[in-house]
């Protein structure tokens, strides 16, 4: 297992611009002559995604493979059913798989649909973590979509009486490369399935399945970057800025994407700040309902500043990294080294709550 | 057991339920309205938001026997037919829900936030008057979005109407 691709680099520089970092000395200031402590964090990171050859976690002993699989159904109305075995539960599965095809064939959004989380209809899925929808099951429907191409090729360069080498999808047609001769994809689809007249020896229809076992883990990397204020008599810190730069690899959705982000960085700075098990002597857990455990509110967080690069990952046939965790990961690191900048400390235990923060400024006066 | 008959979505409805049934179990289970959800019912987490004669209630704070009489809103009687509600359509427009749990909620308080600040609203304001409705997946980043959004267009319907 390798780290396959990503310019790191180009995290760090635009985190650091987004941040405005040059001007955090002359904010500190300002801060402090209201009475608070204002501090800047910074985290790097970087992890394994897209979950995982087979081979691999199979060595490690898991009892089960981690391919996709995906199956697409070019209907004889030229309507385009996958089905993933990849679920979504807010992920937007429903949009980016279809986007998939939408490019990929130029077939309007609306004639593609998404059918997932239905074992009666899906052969098999391993599940949405470990950012694997996009950089596996997507990889899956990528490759079936291949097998769908290159048949609809053959049905077409039949149709058109022309080499199969030259036809070309465009726009919801297939055309003979440098002429104005094509047949539309619903027309290649019906010829499909009324097999009046399909090359010779082929099986009617237009519905392909493939299975996708990844050769590596994917990593996404990323430069998160967190500035604080803290009110010494409270121990309250505000976070007064969020910076996350990420490089996921290629990209089929930035708003899902940076959705995604969002989330994740909210989760981490609960992590960082709020959000934390308590138990009494007897093991009572003491946080068992909202009342209180402390989840963060809209009022906790600011917007945050989000942006991506796009490093290629060489190792699926679509480029892709995936983003589902990085948001969860880079953030606690970014907002703890922010806090502890800010008291000048080295180390304080999550969550900072204000009374942690609190007692740890004390601690600094004796 | 008592008789419960209230206005829910323009609809005059009545039903019997046990005097401890909450209004969100009144409305999901004896009226099937199963848009509202219930994410705590101690009050916490927003899921549950309605209206309650025009003003944003939590549906598991109420029994549904005090309900009984009120014109109840839930987030089934926002669209216009097939036209979504300006709050709606900034939602989904601006990918302001991601699961979808807390979304009725948000969409209830939101509307109500709109009416009550004519004067229009503020990113602080609404972090503000989010605080009793959690998300566990946006990070309320492109809820904030959507409701300012929608607050603009839905002002600007306002002064449509108006002149
Ligand atoms: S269910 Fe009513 S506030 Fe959570
Ligand atoms: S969209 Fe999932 S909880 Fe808000």
Known sequence: MNYDAGDYAASLDAAMAAAD???FAERKAAAAKKGKLRGIGMSNYIEACGLAPSAAVGSLGAGVGLW??????????????VLTGSHSHGQGHETTFAQLVNQRFGVPIDSVSIVHGDTDKVQMGMGTYGSRSGAVGMSAVAKALDKVEAKAKKIAAHLLEADE?????????????????????????????????????MEPGLKETSFYDPSNFTFPAGCYVCEVEIDPETGVTEIVQFVAADDFGNIINPMIVEGQVHGGVAQGIGQALLEGTRYDASGQLLTASYMDYTMPRADDLPSFKVST?????????????GCGEAGAIGSPPAVINAITDAIGITDIAMPASPSTVWAAIRATKH | MSDISLTVNGKRVSGTAEDRTLLVHFLRENLGLTGTHVGCDTSQCGACVIHVDGKAVKSCTMLAVQASGSTIVTIEGLADGADLHPMQAAFKEHHGL????????????????????????????????????????????NIVKAILAASETMSKGKARQAA
């Open chain 1, 309 to 321: 690069s796009n490093t290629p990952c060489p190792g699926n046939p679509l480029g892709i990294k």
């Open chain 1, 68 to 81: 996709e699989s995906a199956e697409v159904r070019v209907n004889a109305a030229g309507t385009i059913e």
């Open chain 1, 21 to 23: 970092y040059a001007g």
């Open chain 2, 98 to 141: 991601q699961c979808g749990f807390c979304t009725p909620g948000m969409i209830m308080t939101a509307t109500d936030m709109v009416n009550r600040h004519p004067e229009g609203l503020d990113e602080a304001t609404v972090r503000a008057e989010l605080e009793g409705n959690i998300c566990r997946c946006t990070g309320y980043h």
């Open chain 1, 165 to 201: 080498g030259d036809i070309v999808i465009e726009d919801g047609a297939l055309k003979v490369t440098g002429t104005d001769r094509q047949v539309p994809w619903f027309q290649m689809a019906l010829a499909a399935y009324t097999a009046h007249n399909l090359p010779g020896g």
